[in-house]
Nanobody, 118 residues
């Protein structure tokens, strides 16, 4: 059973930066595709970014250029660097893992709150 634990969320002013981390345990991290999602109050969860097991990255179109996903397989950790944060980036951010070749995510973290203030 894979466990994912996010950290790094908090309160930041608009225009600021945060780096989220997601530490994985209980599985073969290097073989997983890792994604970040977010859910704002009253909205559905949405895709943010993905880094697959061969380190190809994908982003939600609206977030390209501001967010960067990366992974450190030696630390079983995936990161989300968020720059130039906007009020609309306020959400709970979740990391998720899926086995290579699958379309659905198999494992989810508990989420970390990011609040952007004016």
């Amino acid at each position: 059973q894979v466990q994912l634990v996010e950290s790094g969320g908090g309160l930041v002013q608009a225009g600021g930066s945060l780096r989220l981390s997601c530490a994985a345990s209980g599985g073969t991290f290097s073989s997983y595709d890792m994604g970040w999602f977010r859910q704002a109050p009253g909205k559905e969860r949405e895709f943010v970014a993905l880094i697959n097991w061969i380190r190809t990255t994908y982003y939600a179109d609206a977030l390209k250029g501001r967010f960067t996903i990366s992974r450190d397989n030696a630390k079983n950790t995936v990161y989300l660097q968020m720059n130039s944060l906007k009020l609309e980036d306020t959400a709970v951010y979740y990391c998720a893992a899926r086995n290579m070749g699958r379309s659905a995510y198999d494992y989810w973290g508990q989420g970390t709150q990011v609040t952007v203030s004016s």
